[in-house]
């Protein structure tokens, strides 16, 4: 079974980020961490599930992996994980084959990548009792992803199947077309997104990035808060349209003046050039999170605000942080999907966004705009990073080419 594969390995890292610097190339030579090769998944356990794909999202947390563009001091590199890491979360396919305790899935059932790109959780390791984390439903952030007492799954959504613990999956209704199975991942990230931090009845809120996770995160937003103002900054074209398509008031030209404004906040001039505003958005969505686009953010949202961390940059920042502390902000992070607590009642974020998107308050017209065989994975990487392609979400169709 071909897949594609990222090799924990700092000195590939190394290189490949020294030769990519003047040698697009260097992404794919032999000495790049990130491969395919020929994997055969197993069911390495009882309530172990086979799952054969049918298409796969290329995903801006790949491109990381493609690029190299990870520090190994960042605090998600000191996380336990193994050796290989395969690439591709987004993914929609077809169970296979089922090991003799699985009770959720049989032979034929539509199924979405859940937890399995996370890590290890206390459901996938069988720990009872579960950690406060996993009992809520909240596995992205388990306590004892580290235990590792279990077998480990193998293959990814850049393959032509994968085999993983049951609890790693989510059965796909029916009704669910397949487009909207694929995208209902990054979706769901939006969905978690907007939860984190909603913006009161009449408030303000700002998408800052408006690539998939942006665009659903506004999205949540329209649908969950429908009574706040919602603002995006987007940089290309086609996320514009997008943006503006989905409701959003789009953040032209400078974003303090911008911001200033919007919001009736008020624009201080200091030294050096150096501007900063009292005032702006109840909550801010950074879903780029580099230190340019963090520190900018900060100093958007109003004193008393909440900045929501959402983008993926495994680098070591440098930014102000005094607004923090004169502004008396909040930060929060916003990691993948989970449990939610919407409405009165607990669920998934897949549950909540698939009832999202039933009831038309998602909509995923548009959203995938390339489509590439699995075969041809280095095109769908390049078409996705270079957002000049029209790109807004690239998809492998797993089984072809």
């Not at 999205?219 to 900054?233: G, I, K, T």
């Not at 780029?288 to 900045?307: E, Y």
Request: glycine content about 12%.
């Amino acid at each position: 079974m071909r897949a594609v594969f990222f090799e924990v390995s700092v000195p590939r890292v190394l290189v490949t980020q020294a030769l990519g610097r003047v040698w697009s190339g260097a992404y794919f030579a032999r000495t790049a961490p990130v491969r395919l090769g020929e994997v055969e998944p197993v069911l390495a356990g009882p309530r172990f599930v086979e799952v054969e794909n049918q298409a796969c999202g290329v995903c801006a947390s790949d491109l990381h992996l493609v690029h190299g563009d990870v520090d190994p001091r960042t605090h998600a590199a000191a996380l336990p994980r193994a050796g290989r890491v395969y690439l591709g979360h987004e993914v929609l396919g077809t169970v296979r084959r089922v090991g003799p305790a699985v009770t959720s899935l049989r032979p034929g059932d539509r199924v979405v990548m859940q937890s399995r790109f996370l890590g290890p959780t206390c459901h996938s390791q069988e720990l009872e009792p579960a950690c406060a984390a996993c009992a809520r439903g909240d596995y992205c952030v388990c306590e004892r992803c580290g235990a590792r007492r279990g077998p480990e799954g193998i293959g990814g959504g850049w393959s032509d199947g994968y085999a993983c613990h049951e609890s790693e999956v989510w059965r796909a209704p029916d009704d669910l077309p397949d487009d909207a199975a694929v995208l209902l991942e990054p979706l769901a990230c939006g969905v978690r997104a907007a939860l984190r931090a909603l913006p009161p009845p009449g408030g303000r809120a700002l998408v800052i990035g408006c690539g998939i996770i942006g665009l659903a995160t506004l999205q949540a937003l329209r649908a969950l808060a429908p009574e706040a103002r919602v603002c995006a900054v987007a940089r290309h074209p086609q996320q514009r349209r997008a943006a503006e398509r989905f409701g959003a008031e789009l953040v032209d030209g400078d974003w303090l003046e911008a911001t200033a404004r919007l919001t009736g906040a008020e624009l201080f001039h200091g030294y050096f050039g150096n501007r900063t505003l009292i005032g702006g958005f109840d909550v801010v969505y950074d879903c780029v999170a580099t230190a340019d686009t963090l520190g900018r953010a900060l100093r958007l949202a109003r004193p008393g605000g909440t900045l929501v961390v959402v983008g993926v940059h495994l680098a070591r920042l440098a930014l102000d942080l005094s607004p923090l502390l004169f502004e008396e902000l909040d930060v929060r992070g916003a990691l993948a999907h989970g449990g939610e607590t919407w409405q009165g009642e607990r669920l998934s974020t897949f549950d909540l966004t698939a009832r999202l998107l039933r009831a038309g308050q998602l909509d995923t017209e548009g959203l995938i705009t390339h489509r590439f065989p699995l075969g041809r994975w280095q095109d769908a990487i390049r078409a996705a990073s270079d957002k000049r392609s029209g790109a807004i979400k690239v998809v492998l169709e797993c089984g072809r080419g």
